[in-house]
């Protein structure tokens, strides 16, 4: 089955209220985090200097769910490259056109970084908005240093609140995670072979992949026998659960009663995990690879978070180019406009809507910004506005955006003229024209560059499912399952087949090109996951009972079977047809004949290029 397919108008969800978790902790915890550095300024009587070191509360918006070691040493990262960052944009503002030079240049990397090594939002976008306001600040005549060492002290503040949370559940972020996939899990088996099996699967899989990280590639040591034990041991059995069913349903069984209320129980710890299977606490932990690799990983040709850097390298310099020539004084707006739009790769109709609710929440918040800026608080006043304006925007940014940018424009220019008067009609007007000019060039660079990137990448992630289900094929046909090498390969495959979801989202959500091309290719893409699905399963079967995975098929023909239809994709030639489906093992049998009747029915223009 194709993927869901999403609204396809940009402006559709403006207005949507989406549900999230409970968001108050968190934002109680960064308003608390930008106050307190405001505090400490009004009462050495230099507040100007706390609302500059207010900028590292932005470090308690990073890693929100990781569990709290690995949180602490990533915040502590963020507080550092936040630092770094401010001074760089108050070095650079001295002339116009270096710093220009200097936020397009902060702009590429942070997005390098930030989606290679999944850092997690609010990604690369706060590190240039803090370099746009260095920038800003520059007028406070404070050297560069001084500027980056207040806010790595504000950052400071912001780490130990962020870290105070473990006080009251120090395994709080892995269990909640545990607990969302057994849910997920349950929801998937409650679907099972209906018509919304397809979207509940890669829920399922996708929350049990987050807590498999949250449980291992998250935690700086290996886990003893108390609560991270029985919370890994639970997430396998999760899996067992769901590769068990996803097996049965292949198999045309049905799902046993009572597996959906077993997997939310063993989720939330109200079950021992033994009932579905035993977890092996001497195996070894498949640890993520290293960033290095990672880093590499991500600048290769054809890699999506290179693509997106060449849209930043592109639209954030000429931005400020366009706001600089009409004649801006605050270049730095435009900018990060432009950031905003293309940072985290987003699809089409994603972007469109990201700009809608950018420009309109904007305009709305040049209101609230007006009568801030007329009161003009000062002192304990200025804390309590800033506070409550910070509060409102970690409660509404993940429901809404445009809302929560209502009270960013707000924050944003009540901060920059806290502590001095300004012409408050010329200051919205620059505001309001610089974000729409921001938005505009993102958007038009986004367009024309997606039109030369994006229409091939559904091809190239079917080849790359392929790929690495042969990869993960091979290993099963040699018997094993268990090592290392195999279970990298394993979730190598589970990776890729994340990745073509995406891919086929983004060709949904695209040009009328894209969307022909998803059209055309929709039956190989379905193909291709389900066999991924399929595979995954076979090589957790495999662990248990090795000799059910092949049967009386034989390995060696079945890899060339799929190595065929991998290279029929890639160079566009006529597969070889499958007459008898009997032969291959019967994990596979049906996938593999949808994908070789797909190939056979497909135009020559589904090939990757």
């Given amino acids: 089955m194709p993927a869901e397919r999403p609204s396809r108008s940009p402006i559709g969800g403006i207005l949507q209220m989406r549900p999230a978790p409970r968001q108050w902790p968190l934002a109680l915890r960064v308003a608390v985090s930008t106050a307190i550095p405001i505090l400490i300024g009004w009462a050495a009587g230099d507040i100007g ?30 507080a550092v490259a936040l630092a770094a960052a401010v001074t760089v944009g108050a070095w650079a503002a001295a002339t116009t056109w270096l710093a220009v030079v200097a936020v397009s240049a902060v702009s590429v990397v942070a997005v390098w970084l930030c989606s290679a090594l999944s850092v997690g939002p609010p990604g690369a976008y706060m590190f240039v908005l803090v370099c746009a306001a260095g920038i800003g600040f520059s007028s406070s005549h404070l050297p560069p240093v001084q500027i980056g060492l207040l806010v790595l002290a504000g950052g400071a503040v912001a780490w130990v609140a962020q870290m ?36 509940a699967r890669r829920r399922a899989a996708a929350a049990l992949s987050q ?23 639970a997430n396998h059995a999760l899996h067992v659960l769901f590769t068990d069913t996803m097996f049965a349903v292949g198999a045309g069984k049905p799902v046993p009663p009572g597996a959906a209320a077993t997997a939310r129980a063993v989720g939330a710890l109200a079950a021992d995990p033994a009932v579905v299977a035993n977890r092996d606490f001497d195996r070894p932990p498949l640890h993520p690879p290293p960033a290095r690799m990672l880093l590499v990983r991500a600048v290769r040709p054809g890699a999506h978070t290179r693509q997106v850097m060449l849209r930043v390298a592109v639209a954030v310099p000429l931005a400020g180019a366009a706001s600089a020539l009409l004649g801006f004084s605050h270049v730095y707006w435009a900018m990060a406009a432009a950031i905003l739009m293309l940072h985290q790769g987003a699809h089409r109709l994603a972007t469109l809507q990201r700009a809608a609710e950018r420009v309109i929440g904007t305009l709305v918040g040049l209101g609230l910004a007006a009568v801030i800026l007329s009161v003009h608080p000062l002192g304990l006043w200025l804390v309590l506005v800033v506070s409550l304006l910070q509060f409102a925007i970690e409660m509404t940014v993940v429901r809404n955006y445009a809302l929560a940018t209502v ?46 990137q994006e229409a091939r990448r559904v091809g190239h992630a079917v080849v790359d499912t392929l790929d690495h289900t042969i990869t993960a ?31 086929e989202e983004a060709a949904c959500s695209g040009s009328r090109r894209d969307r022909a091309v998803a059209a055309r290719l929709a039956a190989v893409v379905s193909a291709a996951e389900q066999l991924g699905y399929a595979t995954v399963t076979a090589c957790w079967a495999a662990e248990r009972d090795p000799g059910s995975v092949f049967g009386s098929a034989d390995a060696d023909s079945y890899l060339t079977a799929l190595t065929g239809l991998a290279q029929s994709l890639r160079t566009g030639a006529v597969p070889a047809r499958i007459d008898r489906i009997d032969e291959l093992p019967s994990f596979a049998a049906p996938e593999v004949a949808v994908l070789c009747a797909a190939l056979l029915d497909r135009t020559p223009d589904n090939r990757p290029h």
């Fill in 164 to 199: 105070s949370a473990a006080l009251i559940a120090p395994r709080g972020p892995e269990t909640a995670a545990v607990a969302a996939a057994g849910e997920a899990v349950a929801s998937y088996l409650e679907l099972a072979g209906t018509s919304g099996a397809v979207p």
């Fill in 407 to 452: 009270f960013i424009t707000a924050i944003a220019l009540t901060i920059a003229t806290g502590t001095h008067r300004v012409d408050v009609v010329a200051l919205l007007v620059d505001r309001g024209v610089q974000t729409a000019l921001g938005c505009g060039v993102g958007i038009a660079v986004y367009l024309f560059a997606a039109t030369r």
């Fill in 473 to 503: 094929t091979a290993f099963l046909a040699r018997g094993d399952s268990t090592s290392l090498a195999a279970r990298g390969a394993r979730r190598d495959l589970q990776e890729s087949v994340f990745r073509l979801t995406d891919c």
């Fill in 49 to 78: 200097a706390g609302l500059i070191a207010s900028l590292g509360a932005f470090t308690a918006d990073y890693g929100t769910d990781r569990p709290y070691l690995n949180r602490g040493a990533q915040s502590a990262v963020v």
């Fill in 211 to 233: 807590a498999w990280v949250a449980l291992v590639d998250h935690q700086p040591r290996p886990a003893g026998r108390g609560v991270l034990h029985r919370l890994r041991e």
